[in-house]
């Protein structure tokens, strides 16, 4: 039987540096509204975004440095979310379509209105562009090796830019896969039956006199084991790409190493990191793009943990935690403070927009 390396904890071991954890560093409500419900935000350098709904009446406003309401527009659609795609635009998704807002001046337009299959197909694997052109993401071997390549903006040719993986981790779910098929077909053979999701009935583990729980154990074994490997053995590793100015970095989460690329797809060194072998660790890192710098981020009992990762060395050199508020909703980590929606009280009916100091 083929062993299986499963979760991130499991990929590497590597012993990590000692940090001290901040918890004095205080929030405070950066936005409120006393009749709209907050129901999505985005912060970068064109300022702060914020959807707001009250009876199903909906508004987006644009906020100022000091995050006071600059700009408001009406939205005559029924929006769902924002969403930045890979090149920096802002858009307002509804059930079907996408609309792209843009700030002129003082003004908030929607520009351009697309399917949300427009989204599927392209903007949800595309991770970043530079003056080259624009990153995509791929992911093949079971979902064990995750690909960047880029489409260069003149020629439109398409452009190794680097791949992660593991050779042991590919071919360790491929042998299981194949040890799956081979069981259900065994079973399929020895039941005369199609295997559903569902046990099977009373009356199907009673034919030709067999025990129920001999036939039902074994079958269910099989399906668990089936289902465990689709949920969790081809679940993609979370190896992000960034841009910061002229530099692509990878966050090699299979392999421990945080890779510094040139624009033109060169290695230009690699860091060993450990974060990610650390319990508790979220499955996620941010970029402050104002002050560029990396976070990589914990979550103990809903608490978010947000670790400054050294660009030198590779190791987190500080902590800060979001103390009280559990379970942040959207946190964006921008200029210094990790922003985020949370409803202070059970009973209340409204939302606020916090930050912090990180």
Same mark, same amino acid.
């Not at 659609?77 to 920096?88: A, E, I, N, R, V």
């Not at 299981?176 to 081979?182: C, D, M, Q």
């Not at 841009?243 to 530099?247: K, L």
């Not at 793009?289 to 976070?295: A, G, L, S």
């Given at each position: 039987m083929a062993f299986?390396?499963?979760?991130?904890?499991?990929?590497?071991?590597? #012993?990590? /540096?000692?940090?001290?954890v901040s918890h004095s560093r205080k929030k405070e409500i950066a936005f409120k509204d006393s009749r709209y419900y907050i129901m999505d935000f985005h912060i970068d350098s064109n300022g702060a975004f914020v959807l707001l709904n009250r009876f199903s009446k909906y508004y987006i406003y644009l906020l100022d440095?000091?995050?006071?309401? /600059?700009? #408001? /527009?009406?939205?005559?659609?029924?929006? /769902?979310?924002?969403?930045?795609?890979?090149?920096?635009?802002l858009h307002v998704f509804s059930k079907d379509t996408m609309f792209r807002l843009e700030r002129s001046a003082d003004t908030l337009l929607f520009t351009e209105k697309q399917s949300l299959d427009m989204y599927k197909y392209y903007y949800r694997d595309c991770s970043a562009s530079n003056d080259v052109g624009l990153i995509f993401k791929s992911e093949r071997n079971y979902s064990q090796t995750t690909e960047y390549y880029q489409i260069e903006n003149v020629s439109k040719f398409n452009l190794d830019v680097y791949e992660v993986t593991d050779s042991t981790l590919v071919r360790s779910a491929r042998e299981?896969?194949?040890?799956?098929?081979?069981e259900e077909y065994r079973l399929r053979r020895k039941y005369s039956r199609t295997l559903g999701s569902r046990a099977p009935t009373w009356e199907d583990q009673t034919q030709e006199g067999q025990l129920r729980n001999d036939r039902s154990s074994e079958i269910q074994r099989h399906l668990d084991k089936r289902q465990f490997y689709g949920q969790f053995v081809l679940r993609p590793h979370y190896n992000p790409l960034f841009?910061?100015?002229?530099?692509t970095f990878v966050f090699d989460h299979v392999n421990g190493e945080?890779?510094?690329l040139t624009m033109d797809r060169e290695v230009l060194d690699k860091r060993p990191i450990g974060y990610h072998n650390e319990k508790h660790w979220k499955g996620e890192v941010q970029l402050d793009? #104002?002050?560029?710098?990396?976070?990589?981020v914990e979550e103990k009992h809903g608490a978010q943990i947000f670790g400054r990762v050294s660009l030198e060395s590779g190791e987190v050199d500080r902590k800060t935690k979001i103390t009280k508020h559990a379970y942040p909703e959207k946190v964006i980590v921008y200029n210094g403070f990790a922003y985020y929606v949370y409803r202070q009280f059970v009973?209340?009916?409204l939302n606020k927009l916090f930050r912090q100091r990180i």
């Open positions: 299986l390396s499963i979760g991130q904890d499991s990929l590497r071991t590597q #012993k990590i /540096k000692e940090v001290n440095s000091d995050m006071n309401v /600059k700009v #408001k /527009k009406l939205i005559t659609f029924h929006p /769902k979310s924002l969403f930045l795609d890979c090149t920096g635009l299981t896969e194949a040890e799956i098929k081979k841009i910061m100015d002229d530099t945080m890779v510094r793009t #104002k002050r560029n710098i990396f976070y990589t009973d209340d009916n």
